[in-house]
């Protein structure tokens, strides 16, 4: 038998833990240096999903890049400005006078969840085309409404929003790639048809929205002029907005940019007006929408890119396409995770994630824009570490940085744009997105708010598409 | 001879480096870890000042930090209220109404620099006590217009103001500790009284404060109620405001809260005020100078402290007061550092440090809240860690923490109050405060802005007075 030989163990050991964080987490407790690699299988292993990554990363990846390029540069390149408010009847395209336009992907009425079908009967007794909301229900029912996400014309709305014709639009154009992008005006909170409620005092709010805010907020645009809105989102982002969860910012610059004219207005609701605008800190959240739409909407002709330019739900589905893809891929709609609920709520009456809002997580505003937001951290956990994960998140799955929204946190680095379906599916990262938490089916309204997190299957399914595009 | 002892040189040196920084800058040039203490011969070695600090950190101390702690409370937990806006001669305990109240410690007229005299000049014509300012400054070099210091009548005011007792001024109250204290309305940008310039637009300027921004604002205010100044400038410092250079966020707030009863105002010259409030974004300053004024009144009154409540310059000379001590030390005013100048400007042609302004850093706001403002970095050198610096530095001179003014970028800790004047001598650091810069002598207003270090010399003389009063 021969002596094994002695090995002299070091005194200090330096370890890069790969994947599952079992040994990063002990060496931590101890106090050790180590580094963790947050390393996953990729597609979670999925081996068609690994095949068609292997041919996206590689032989066809120059194709992907020079696409991609392209649509990083219009996302960054265009410069939406708010050019008026109109009726959404006059100026959408396609939008028909029997016609509703609903958040997320296209539904069926009896697919609809409760807060979305909420939603709708309220557009359509604010229409006047019915009495009340039973009747409402029945007329769509029978099919004399026509129901269309809104997606599909050029226009985002958030939430469980929906718009009938007579609704007042912000109009937003992107002169550069000329594209033009709508958004209804954001109602303010309590009892409000974007958060799934149709009661009298909802239907009464989206009157005052139409025949009072759209107006005298009309007048005051024409009078000003047009609005650079990412020139305000700019500054909204070192003053702590992601200009999506938290506006207020943003909302306060425009509103100050306003003031003149609002105070000029010889319309009669003008007080009234005021009143409500200085009491809804969401105002531009809208407006933003709307800018960041007309964005995606020219990026969405590149052919050929792997960047992600639908991202939405209707409490249903989830939704997403791909520029140059013309089609939608579908999951059901997540659950709203480390939600905080108003007392007496919880996951079991919630409705499942909803509206179109996400649309602003693809041009670098809501979860890319986390970092530098003080509200967001308090709401992802306290610490601005917390925020500061949400954007370096992002990061990974992204393609390009915002020349524009900068993080004063970051040391001003660019927030990251353009959410690029090969690295969601390699990771397994997908988008997380802040948002409201509303009722599933009492028509209560908004009962917290959290983060969702994107399902991953519909961009797997939007992957292998690409994948068959590109063969 | 005997050979010397081979000494083993170790592989890694640990290196504390105190004191001035010569082995510390050359190791970490090599990439060599090193820890700098800056340490500094303390009251720069003056004996006077060592021997007085060495009764007041020790024999002494417990009286005075007995006296501190009661000084840090009253600047915490006094809660000014804007109450109103009134006629200064009406309102200013002591206002006579041949009275010029002016920035700064007291000052004889011909002692006065350039832009001040100007500024006396454009007040004594905008009372009409003068046709034009070559008669105004007859008038008052004929001893027929009293010159007072603000600061002795409750008042601070910005930069180079002055103001007769026809000028509107803000009224803040503290209930709680039952003081009150005024401040002028800023007068905005361009050819401007408080910037040292004195033409008939500047004239004109003053008017129309008084004429029309005064009476439009006391309606909104007395319509909307008192305004808690504090709790809107809480939230302006996570929104990147530090509430003295950068006061965007908090003015954009205030404006918000306005709004509705701006837009019902019918007062004929609504529309320019709001045209007026729109494009001043340091709107806000005064009124949170105000509101630190009524706090340090109210902790003045506390025996034997060490902290200082007064800070103000002339443009000539630079004062301070400590919490029961009467008496002003004075030191020539400094010429602002660093400073970013208009094009064709430069130290040269520039006015010595001026206005009350400095109020806001005895209270937890302006350098003590930088470290959260990408306004203030950019300013400071254009990386966050600069202007976390500007507070660091505040931190280390200041013997308590806001529970109010909270900065994200260093995990919510509260931002400095409360300058003790034995940590100013000992350490040799004196609060930085980030001011404008104006032209020393030909009128033409701002030409810059910059940082100005408090000078040490008037603390050394609080400090010896403090030793001598507690002796």
Known sequence: MS??????????????????????????????????????????????????????LGPRADRIERA????????????????????????????????????GPAIAWQDMPDPLQRSVRAAVVAEGWAEDVAAAGAL????????????????????????????????????????TAYSSINQGSGAVQWFGVDNDQAIERLRFVRDAVGPVLAEALA????????????????????????VQATTNLFLRD????LVRSTHPAAPEVATFLSGNHLMFLNVAMAAAKSLVEWARDVPESSIVTTMSRNGSTYGVRLAGGGDWFLAPS????????????????????????AVLELVGLGGPAAANSPAVAGFLGGRMSDAIAATRSMQRICAGESPRFRLPILDNIGTPVGVDVRKVVELGITPAVNTGVIHASDGSGQVGAGVAWAPIACFIDALLDLDRRLA
């Open 223 to 246: 009078s000003r002029g047009p609005v650079d809105v990412f020139a305000l989102a700019a500054q909204g982002v070192p003053m702590g907005d992601d200009v999506h969860m938290r």
């Open 3 to 56: 002596v094994p030989p002695v090995v002299e163990l070091p005194n200090v050991v330096d370890v890069v833990n790969i994947g599952l964080p079992l040994f990063e987490t002990a060496l931590r407790a101890q106090e050790q240096a180590v580094i963790g690699v947050d390393w996953r299988i990729p597609a979670g292993g999925d081996s068609e999903a690994v095949a068609a990554l292997a041919r996206l």
């Open 258 to 261: 306003l003031l003149p004219y």
């Open 140 to 179: 769509v029912e029978s099919g004399k409404v026509r129901l269309q996400p809104a997606n599909e014309h050029s226009t985002v709305v958030p939430m469980a929003t929906s718009i009938g014709p007579s609704a007042p639009v912000y109009v937003v154009q992107n002169e550069v790639g000329g594209t």
């Open 334 to 357: 997540p659950p709203i995770q480390d939600a905080l609920y108003y007392p007496g709520y919880g996951p079991e009456t919630s409705a499942p994630d909803i509206g179109d809002s």
């Open 68 to 103: 991609n390029a392209e649509v990083i540069r219009r996302l960054n390149e265009g410069v939406p400005m708010l050019v008026g408010i109109d009726r959404a009847g006059d100026v959408i395209p396609g939008f028909g006078e029997r016609d509703v336009l609903h958040c």
